[in-house]
């Protein structure tokens, strides 16, 4: 008995979602394509690795190196 209604719940949940057409916002969507906003790309930031990620990456390669 339990399964016909959990079949049903699933299936009104799909539909729902099939034919849900959300309001679109078109001012975000022109900022988001013309790469307006505030948003920063990770490749223009300035990121460098600190001297603990490097001692770790180097730690790993050398187990690595055991494993083959």
Do not use: C, I
């Not at 699933?10 to 539909?15: C, G, L, P």
Request: proline share 1%.
């Amino acid at each position: 008995m339990g399964r016909g209604r959990q079949k049903a719940k699933q299936t009104k949940v799909a539909r729902a979602l099939k034919y849900y057409s959300p309001e679109t916002n078109y001012h975000a969507l022109e900022q988001e394509l013309s790469g307006g906003g505030r948003r920063t790309d990770l490749a223009t930031e300035d990121r460098f690795a600190s001297d603990a990620d490097t001692e770790y990456d180097n730690q790993y390669s050398t187990w690595a190196d055991d494993e083959r």
